[in-house]
T-cell receptor, first 110, second 115 residues
Framework: QKEVEQNSGPLSVPEGAIASLNCTYS??????FFWYRQYSGKSPELIMS????GDKEDGRFTAQLNKASQYVSLLIRDSQPSDSATYLC??????????FGKGTTLSVSS | GAVVSQHPSRVICKSGTSVKIECRSL??????MFWYRQFPKKSLMLMAT???????TYEQGVEKDKFLINHASLTLSTLTVTSAHPEDSSFYIC???WGAGNTIYFGEGSWLTVV
């Protein structure tokens, strides 16, 4: 059974702080990993993709991948109230459907 | 901008009727699309993989006679919920791979309410 595990939270951080979201996966064949943000009642929105070990930065977001440990993380710097949402970690092998974690709810207080 | 478009965004239907949801890839060809459903406060559950020109591949436990998927062209996949019941009320979302790394993008989702 291919699984992606996330802490459901809620994770609460004050505005301006760093939010750290973590994810582990079981399928060693997974090659691509994604972080999606989902607001209540809306469809998931792609935040970051990462394919190789190491860090990938995009604005306030940094994704980290460690294939040996089967671990993916997302750091959000200078967290804003608008970042409050559910963050979904997902992975797949090329061309296949994404396997999603259950999501981590992030709450950023002003 | 959006790369996958879904319609309708909300639909209410009576029990026993059928409802069709469309998923379109915008400005690219999608030989494969994925259909998910999501219950409130739950994660996305993969229902089926839609394959252009061939039968869809359904996940275990998903009734293929109830959730009819047709992928008749390279830019359109449809999901028809047949003989809908209140327990079919859910958020249905389609997705398609596009671009570098076959990143998967989602449509806007369709809220189905069966009364």
């Amino acid at each position: 059974q291919k699984e992606v595990e996330q802490n459901s939270g809620p994770l609460s951080v004050p505005e301006g702080a760093i939010a750290s979201l973590n994810c582990t996966y079981s399928d060693r064949g997974s090659q691509s990993f994604f972080w999606y943000r989902q607001y209540s009642g809306k469809s998931p929105e792609l935040i970051m993709s990462i394919y190789s070990n190491g860090d990938k930065e995009d604005g306030r977001f940094t994704a980290q991948l460690n294939k040996a440990s089967q671990y993916v993380s997302l750091l959000i710097r200078d967290s804003q109230p608008s970042d409050s949402a559910t963050y979904l970690c997902a992975g797949n092998q090329a061309g296949t459907a994404l396997i999603f974690g259950k999501g981590t709810t992030l709450s950023v207080s002003s | 901008g959006a790369v996958v478009s879904q319609h309708p965004s909300r639909v209410i239907c009576k029990s026993g009727t059928s409802v069709k949801i469309e998923c379109r890839s915008l400005d690219f060809q999608a030989t494969t699309m994925f259909w998910y459903r999501q219950f409130p406060k739950k994660s996305l559950m993969l229902m089926a993989t839609s394959n252009e020109g061939s039968k869809a591949t359904y996940e275990q436990g998903v009734e293929k006679d109830k959730f009819l998927i047709n992928h008749a062209s390279l830019t359109l996949s449809t999901l028809t919920v047949t003989s809908a019941h209140p327990e079919d009320s859910s958020f249905y979302i389609c997705s398609a791979p596009w671009g570098a790394g076959n990143t998967i993008y989602f449509g806007e989702g369709s809220w189905l309410t069966v009364v």
